[in-house]
């Protein structure tokens, strides 16, 4: 199976007032394979929309970026103009729908515009269709409407419509479901996983929330701190985590076959891009912290997975 995107040694630092910050991506390794999906999951802070930004190479003119990003057969796209890549072959749906929408013009104009600029023939029939095809059965109505009259679950849908019409080879959910509702969400991740069914893009799932990863994936690459902690096929890694930090995130999801009271919440908290990080990021929130983890420690193999622990390499 052919790789669509590869990700290698990505780090990005800022440069805010001549001082340059700690990196908030410190060596990035990703892969995502063609018609799969890789999710990223990791808290608030850990880097998983800096990631995606770097990929579709919309990182701010302070950002100072090192390592490679593959595309396709682009080559390393870190080199190349992406002009006519973003939007077209690699696209994006965010996570809050208000705000990906112009509030000034209606849904049908934005969607037009997006279709003259990607060359697409007879722009009615093929908006009207696009939008059928992500559950919006009355699709007149929806192309008049401005973005403030239409629902969030409507206008997530809309901008998944927007993000498909030229068909790309890679999408990036980043944090789809946030602004929705638990139900409607539900709705939006079965509605993407059955149009990757049946278009076969690969996909680049972000969420901090576990049970929508897992719902969405077929790996799993946990980040914490700007770096990549575990990796491994989703199955293997909800049934049996590795990394401490992985363990942590699924120790804190409620479910009916806990019993009260058995939720453990990871204490403290992600630090900051400030925070000068020596050795293992997590050591500080980590209950099997040691000597070893004042280094940063090396990425093993543990059967399909690979994880980042001094932990587990002792």
């Not at 890549?85 to 809050?96: H, L, P, V």
């Not at 729908?97 to 509030?103: D, E, K, M, V």
């Not at 280094?295 to 997975?305: C, D, L, N, Y």
Request: with cysteine; charged share 20%; glycine share 8%.
């Amino acid at each position: 199976m052919s790789t669509v995107l590869k990700i290698s040694h990505l780090e990005v630092d800022f440069e805010i007032n001549g001082v340059i910050t700690n990196t908030p991506l410190r060596g990035i390794n990703l892969e995502i394979k063609a018609g799969k999906t890789l999710g990223i999951v990791g808290e608030t802070g850990c880097g998983k929309t800096l990631t995606a930004t770097a990929i579709m190479g919309l990182l701010p003119s302070s950002a100072i970026q090192r390592g490679e990003i593959e595309f396709g057969n682009h080559g390393d796209i870190t080199k190349a103009d992406m002009a006519d890549i973003r939007g077209s072959e690699i696209t994006m749906i965010f996570q809050n729908p208000q705000s990906a929408f112009n509030p000034i013009f209606s849904i049908g104009a934005q969607l037009t515009m997006v279709a003259q600029r990607r060359g697409i023939s007879d722009i009615p029939a093929t908006l009207t269709a696009r939008l059928e095809s992500v559950g919006l059965r009355d699709p007149k109505r929806v192309l008049e409407s401005y973005p403030h009259e239409l629902s969030g679950g409507m206008l997530q849908r809309a901008m998944i419509a927007m993000a498909l019409l030229s068909s790309p080879t890679l999408l990036i959910a980043d944090e789809p479901t946030t602004a929705l509702d638990a139900t409607i969400g539900d709705h939006v991740l079965t509605l993407i996983a059955a149009l990757q069914k049946r278009e076969g893009f690969a996909m680049l799932f972000i969420s901090h929330d576990v049970t929508a990863v897992a719902k969405t994936s077929d790996e799993i690459a946990v980040i914490y701190a700007g770096r990549v902690v575990e990796t491994g096929p989703t199955s293997e890694v909800m049934k049996s985590p590795q990394h401490p930090y992985t363990q942590g995130l699924l120790g804190a999801i409620p479910s009916a076959e806990k019993a009260r009271g058995t939720l453990v919440a990871i204490p403290g908290n992600v630090p900051s891009v400030l925070t000068n990080i020596k050795g293992c990021a997590f050591a500080d929130r980590c209950s099997l912290q040691m000597d070893k983890c004042a280094q940063e420690p090396p990425t093993v193999q543990i059967g399909k997975q690979s994880v980042a622990c001094w932990a587990v390499n002792s």
